[in-house]
């Protein structure tokens, strides 16, 4: 068992820039999150996906911020354009899906825009 | 308007002394509650859980107490080991929410040998 993949680790750019963050869930998982940390709002929920379909994305915080999961093993989250307010560590999730099953977590990706 | 607080961002334990680590919550609706542990550089891990329905859940050194009237639980580890040492982020959930977990910003356990 590989884990969530995300990737890459680290990004730095500059403001205006798009950005792509991308992860591969655990196999076999149904449900995908992203998730931002910051260090004013802690772990924070931007969208959550089941079966591949987008079911809350309440949690982005603007429409500069869209994700998207064509399959079962891949989904990006996309910032467009970047500003440094972005700045945080974003993590991806997954679950089987049944209900209260812990989420397992990637190792994150640090964003930092200058 | 945080629904799951942690009001204190750190704690300091000598080992083998019992570290406890609270969290609050204000939505009377969260029904599970489980608690992640997070070393530096890597995503957060499960580490123990407990429904509504119970008031202590125990599992080795970590053991979890619920106070619903209170809307309170903790996390209790004993005896503390420096490798223990994380940021710990209690997280709750409700059937309502889809049992999509809301977290709070951490607390960060030092364990001093």
């Known amino acids: 068992d590989a884990g969530v993949i995300q990737s890459p680790r680290h990004e730095v750019t500059e403001m205006g820039q798009e950005v792509t963050l991308r992860c591969k869930p655990i196999s076999g998982h149904n449900s995908l999150f992203w998730y931002r940390q910051t260090m004013m709002r802690g772990l924070e929920l931007l969208i959550y996906f089941n079966n591949n379909v987008p079911i809350d994305d309440s949690g982005m915080p603007e429409d500069r911020f869209s994700a998207k999961m064509p399959n079962a093993s891949f989904s990006t989250l996309k910032i467009q354009p970047s500003e440094p307010r972005d700045s945080a560590v974003y993590f991806c999730?997954?679950?089987?899906?049944?209900?209260?099953?812990?989420?397992?977590f990637g190792n994150g990706t640090r964003l930092t825009v200058t | 308007d945080q629904q799951v607080k942690q009001n204190s961002p750190s704690l300091s334990v000598q080992e083998g002394r019992i570290s406890i680590l609270n969290c609050d919550y204000t939505?009377?609706?969260?029904?599970?509650f489980l608690w992640y542990k997070k070393y530096p550089a890597e995503g957060p891990t499960f580490l123990i859980s407990i429904s509504s329905i119970k008031d202590k859940n125990e599992d080795g050194r970590f053991t979890v107490f619920l106070n619903k009237s209170a809307k309170h639980l903790s996390l209790h580890i004993v005896p503390s080991q420096p490798g223990d040492s994380a940021v710990y982020f209690c997280a709750a959930s409700a059937r309502g929410g889809s049992y999509i977990p809301t977290f709070g910003r951490g607390t960060s356990l030092i364990v001093h040998p």
């Open positions: 939505n009377s609706m969260f029904d599970y």
């Open positions: 999730a997954s679950s089987t899906g049944i209900n209260n099953s812990p989420l397992h």
